[in-house]
């Protein structure tokens, strides 16, 4: 096992961003105070909890931030420091957290995922259409990704990453993944665009990378990456540089 940034987060994260991933088995571990995973959580959640929380001590510590607990808020996300925004995820094997200081970014969102097909009810139950077409189109570049796992996780990572101070975010099944590409070459990543739904639009001064305009001002840009089983996606809703 290994707590540092790897290739996952350096291949999804812009370069401003820090963050700190944990690849193996977890063990409980101790905890802020503050940071409590819900009094029905099992020994095995209470150890990803703990783990994913020093993950984020280590995001935040290479960030440049004094460390200090990071509880859960409303939904059970992750109540940052003020003036950091960031996201921590897990899934079997695999533990992560990103921040970034808010002065670049409204929001971060991150999410880690088995490279594994959704459960055909699933999928039939949660994908678009378009995203149904997509999938392929992306399975038949890149055999062997699961291209549907893929729009999932993208979904998740624009939900995590959705500004707090813009209210609730949109519900999940209501956004989806508008384009998708990447390429491969031992592992694979990429780019994708996750559309908003109606009611809701991109903070003014949003600035995804060049080449990634949001079509109609709704859409978000992200990065993915695939690798040795696992599969991650993060949003980071950017500012407008001034200065980095």
Same mark, same amino acid.
């Given at each position: 096992?290994?707590?540092?940034?790897?290739?996952?987060?350096?291949?999804?994260?812009?370069?401003?961003?820090?963050?700190?991933?944990?690849?193996?088995?977890?063990?409980?571990?101790?905890?802020?105070?503050?940071?409590?995973?819900?009094?029905?959580?099992?020994?095995?959640?209470?150890?990803?909890?703990?783990?994913?929380?020093?993950?984020?001590?280590?995001?935040?510590?290479?960030?440049?931030?004094?460390?200090?607990?990071?509880?859960?808020?409303?939904?059970?996300?992750?109540?940052?420091?003020?003036?950091? $925004?960031? @996201?921590?995820?897990?899934? !079997?094997?695999?533990? *992560?957290? +990103?921040?970034? %200081?808010?002065?670049?970014?409204? &929001? /971060?969102?991150?999410?880690?995922?088995?490279?594994?097909?959704?459960?055909?009810? $699933?999928? @039939?139950?949660?994908?678009? !259409?378009?995203?149904? *077409?997509? +999938?392929?189109? %992306?399975?038949?570049?890149?055999? &062997? /990704?699961?291209?549907?796992?893929?729009?999932?996780?993208?979904?998740?990572?624009?939900?995590? @990453?959705?500004?707090?101070?813009?209210?609730?975010?949109?519900?999940?099944?209501? %956004?989806?993944?508008?384009?998708?590409?990447?390429?491969?070459?031992?592992?694979?990543?990429?780019?994708?665009?996750?559309?908003?739904?109606?009611?809701?639009?991109?903070?003014?001064?949003?600035?995804?990378?060049?080449?990634?305009?949001?079509?109609?001002?709704?859409?978000?840009?992200?990065?993915?990456?695939?690798?040795?089983?696992?599969?991650?996606?993060?949003?980071?809703?950017?500012?407008?540089?001034?200065?980095?």
């Amino acid at each position: 096992m290994a707590e540092t940034e790897g290739a996952f987060l350096r291949a999804v994260l812009p370069p401003w961003a820090c963050g700190a991933d944990r690849v193996g088995d977890v063990a409980s571990g101790e905890l802020f105070e503050a940071q409590t995973p819900g009094r029905s959580a099992g020994q095995r959640r209470r150890a990803e909890f703990a783990a994913g929380r020093r993950c984020a001590q280590r995001a935040l510590a290479a960030l440049g931030s004094a460390p200090s607990a990071v509880p859960r808020g409303p939904r059970g996300v992750p109540v940052w420091p003020a003036g950091v $925004v960031g @996201a921590i995820t897990h899934c !079997a094997g695999f533990q *992560a957290a +990103a921040v970034c %200081l808010s002065r670049d970014a409204w &929001g /971060l969102g991150l999410d880690a995922e088995p490279a594994e097909p959704l459960p055909e009810r $699933v999928r @039939a139950r949660l994908l678009t !259409a378009r995203e149904t *077409a997509l +999938a392929g189109e %992306l399975r038949a570049r890149l055999p &062997g /990704l699961p291209a549907d796992r893929l729009l999932f996780s993208a979904r998740e990572a624009a939900y995590k @990453a959705w500004p707090a101070h813009r209210g609730e975010p949109p519900p999940l099944r209501a %956004l989806s993944v508008d384009e998708a590409c990447g390429s491969a070459a031992g592992s694979a990543s990429g780019d994708f665009m996750v559309r908003l739904p109606d009611g809701y639009a991109l903070p003014d001064g949003y600035a995804p990378p060049d080449g990634y305009a949001p079509p109609g001002g709704r859409c978000l840009h992200g990065r993915w990456h695939a690798a040795a089983g696992l599969l991650v996606t993060c949003v980071v809703i950017a500012r407008r540089p001034s200065g980095r």
